[in-house]
């Protein structure tokens, strides 16, 4: 068995019930005309967060029970946890690609190219191992992994893996980054009301840039 | 049409408007606030149902809060957040294109049409652009010049509210503007590039009010205009210019109502417009003495090549033959590259404007290059809000590839590395670029469909090629490497396809010589005298600059010759 992730809660995120979130979450509607501060915005987005937390035990609608496994395996190896943020596993990436691969927008490739790669992923496996990805020991999994995650340095004959594992990762981060925790994890502080008034200092230094640029020239 | 219902012979008594306009846009909203302030009952068609970003802008809903993570889908390809209803691909209502010709036609289905999905780059043509042909021999000069439309450009400026600076660039006029945010640090670094290769950059103007105007708050910089706005501070057409042409209680807003076909009597002049209600499928017709299309400029050539009679076989307004010619959208090309100086971004929020700072306006002599008109540049870059499909392709970074802790580290690394930059450029009319009604085919309301030409002339693909070479030296200039490889002519130089850039232009283009266009310097067709264009389909070229502030300011100029006419009694 995988480990068991749904219904956990991800450090950091408030307990909130749905009445309340709810509540939160219409704030952001009406922000224009109340003037709404930055924490009450972050309230109303973390509440939603942990609204999703609250679900009951998924259960995939595209993925079989195998290749469910495989994915939440595979996911984590692109994105583990560390002590920035959690596992793609926690962002509940998995569950994203699932709801992805299942909507009526989702093309017939992009379906095909993700049951195909993971039979693949599990016939390369058996091939070199004598077992399927998820039981063969973590130091074979990533000898497969070290032969497809680097498309230039890729040995010959894995290029139907490289291919798999190029849009695999490309999902999973669109999965984990697009969640309040990847939103943390690459310190995104946006999307809130916010009085511009150019770059910190710092960022301005780092470049080697000045508002000074869009002063007028002097005449030579 | 009558039918057999029974609330014909109601319909049939139908109250007479003073002028009916066929959509709600920048021309259509325009066309209403100014004909209803000068006292004119007006009844407005919209194809697509109410949308106001004041009420219904999915405005600051984080990536999380929906299972797609803000993806894009059929009816919304910028985004499920994107405020556009509408597409290239509208189900039930389809188009065809010519064999060997490439064109994709986007449509809003929405009240406001395209003014709630754009980037609000707000240009006005300059003095060269109205007379292309006396400068270069290409195209046709305007029957109207700069100075025709520079008062309604100030009024637009004043009314809407637009910022920028004024830079005193010849055929880049200057406007009544706001102050203009300041730039993002990476643009500071665009600055810096463009200066060192000569290349003009400078604040660029949007219609994204800095400053409180009646009714509107400033901008708050969330950076998500294209959501729109929930505090009206940038332009949409149903918050800023339909919302107070109804207030004054002479605008009839009909929402879901398909214009197909214009009225015309024995006198050969417009009743009204033909139309189908969605909701019911229903045949209805609405009458008017004035008839005013602004559907979009390839709608409502539609409508006029439809409405065909005994006395106007070839479409009304086309006895010159020439509508459905000389359309065109603006050139495009984009190129992008990884900024090593911007690796390891420290924490702050560039959200800013809904779009870019700073831009480009064309800044070379046509006369010393290989094609006869210009471009501008677009900008973009940094730190977005992460959403579906973030850092597509991290394979591309230095590292080229890879998974787990590093992998992590990378996307931490690399987040907002990046510039990019997107040409848009003018495209001069050509005999190979039109469109006609589909001899076949019809949409799932009977009305005939439009079948599209196209082709591109050296014109347009060296002007490209220039783009791409130029963004090329910029990214160097910017110390970065460029994902892509130079694309070769046979590659078109990656010109987006025709309809890409949704600035379709022409069709029913004004003219002084009846001959050899639909409409007059008033945009009022030679053919009926009480039926207007007031969209895209008037325009006799493009420019390198977006069209919506033209759009805006012809629309309101036909409106006060309408309402001019009317009082006059010849209307």
């Excluded at chain 2, 066309?31 to 697509?48: C, F, I, P």
């Excluded at chain 2, 033959?321 to 590259?337: F, Q, R």
């Excluded at chain 2, 911007?342 to 800044?363: F, K, Q, R, S």
């Excluded at chain 2, 130079?486 to 949704?502: F, L, Q």
């Amino acid at each position: 068995m995988t480990r068991q992730t749904d219904g956990r809660r991800t450090a950091g995120e408030p307990e909130v019930s749905r009445r309340e979130a709810l509540k939160a979450f219409s704030l952001v509607g009406m922000a224009a005309a109340l003037d709404v501060t930055v924490p009450q915005l972050e309230r109303a987005t973390n509440a939603i967060a942990g609204m999703a937390q609250q679900q009951p035990p998924f259960v995939p609608k595209f993925f079989t029970r195998h290749e469910w496994r495989t994915v939440r395996m595979l996911v984590d190896y692109v994105i583990p946890r560390d002590a920035r943020s959690g596992s793609a596993t926690d962002a509940k990436v998995p569950e994203f690609m699932d709801w992805i691969l299942a909507d009526k927008e989702a093309t017939e490739s992009s379906k095909v190219s993700m049951r195909g790669g993971l039979a693949w992923l599990d016939r390369e496996s058996q091939d070199r191992f004598g077992k399927t990805f998820v039981t063969a020991p973590d130091a074979d999994r990533r000898r497969i992994l070290d032969d497809i995650a680097w498309p230039a340095k890729a040995p010959d004959g894995m290029r139907q893996g490289v291919a798999f594992f190029t849009r695999f990762r490309d999902m999973t981060a669109s999965g984990f980054y697009s969640s309040y925790i990847g939103w943390n994890d690459v310190q995104y502080v946006g999307n809130v009301f916010n009085n511009w008034d150019g770059c910190p200092p710092a960022a301005l230094e780092k470049l080697g840039v000045s508002y000074d640029l869009m002063k007028p020239k002097t005449g030579e | 049409m009558q039918s057999a219902s029974p609330n014909a012979a109601r319909r049939t008594q139908n109250p007479q408007y003073d002028v009916c306009i066929v959509g709600s846009g920048a021309g259509g909203g325009m066309a209403a606030h100014a004909l209803t302030a000068a006292g004119a009952r007006v009844v407005m068609l919209e194809a697509g149902g109410a949308w106001y970003a004041s009420k219904n802008s999915q405005m600051l809903t984080p990536a999380w809060a929906t299972p797609r993570r803000g993806g894009s889908t059929r009816i919304r390809p910028f985004g499920e957040f994107d405020a556009c209803d509408g597409g290239w691909d509208i189900e039930g209502e389809p188009y065809t294109v010519a064999s060997g010709s490439q064109f994709r036609w986007w449509r809003a289905r929405m009240l406001g049409g395209r003014t709630n999905h754009w980037g609000r780059i707000s240009l006005r043509f300059g003095p060269d652009d109205f007379r292309g042909k006396t400068r270069d021999g290409l195209g046709d000069d305007w029957p109207i010049s700069y100075e025709d439309v520079a008062p309604y450009y100030d009024r637009i400026d004043r009314l809407i509210g637009i910022f920028g600076s004024n830079e005193g660039l010849r055929n880049h006029p200057d406007g009544v503007f706001q102050p203009p945010p300041k730039p993002r640090c990476y643009e500071l670094l665009v600055k810096k590039a463009s200066d060192k290769l000569n290349v003009t950059c400078i604040p660029s103007r949007l219609s994204i009010i800095t400053q409180p105007l009646p009714g509107r708050q400033a901008c708050h910089y969330c950076g998500q205009c294209n959501r729109g706005c929930q505090a009206k501070a940038n332009f949409s057409s149903p918050d800023v210019l339909i919302a107070p042409a109804l207030a004054t209680g002479r605008l009839r807003l009909l929402t879901n109502a398909m214009a197909r076909e214009v009225g015309v009597g024995a006198d050969g002049l417009a009743t009204g417009v033909h139309y189908v209600d969605r909701t019911t499928g229903e045949d209805r017709f609405v009458r008017a003495r004035i008839v005013v299309l602004a559907a979009s400029a390839l709608e409502s050539t539609r409508i006029l090549l439809n409405s065909r009679s005994a006395k106007f076989p070839q479409g009304l307004a086309n006895s010159s033959g020439t509508l459905g010619k000389y359309i065109t959208d603006t050139t495009g090309t984009d190129v992008s590259g990884f900024i090593p100086a911007m690796t390891d971004h420290i924490p702050h929020n560039h959200d800013g404007v809904g779009g870019l700072h700073v831009y480009m306006p064309w800044w070379l002599d046509n006369a010393k290059l290989d094609f006869p008109r210009g471009y501008h540049i677009e900008v973009w870059g940094g730190t977005g809000a992460p959403g579906a499909g973030f850092m597509g392709g991290i394979h591309r970074y230095p590292p080229g590839g890879g998974y787990g802790a590093q992998l992590k580290a990378d996307y931490r690394k690399y987040y907002g590395a990046t510039i990019g930059f997107s040409g848009r450029g003018e495209m001069i009319p050509n005999a190979d670029s039109f469109c006609e009604i589909d001899p076949s085919v019809v949409d799932r309301f009977g009305i005939p469909v439009l079948r599209f030409h196209w082709k591109w002339a050296d014109h347009e693909l060296n002007q490209v090629k220039h783009m791409q070479e130029t963004f090329r030296a910029l990214v160097a200039e910017l110390g970065g490497t460029v994902f892509s490889q130079m694309p070769t002519k046979a590659e078109g130089y990656d010109i987006a396809r025709g309809g890409t850039i949704i600035h379709e232009l022409g069709g029913a283009r004004m003219g002084a010589d009846a001959s050899t266009s639909v409409l007059n310097a008033n945009c009022q067709a030679h053919d009926c005298k009480n039926l207007f264009v007031a969209d895209g389909a008037p325009f006799v070229s493009q420019a390198d600059k977006n069209p919506t502030w033209t759009i805006l300011a012809l629309a309101w100029r036909t409106a006060d010759y309408i309402a001019e006419q009317r009082k006059a009694g010849a209307l």
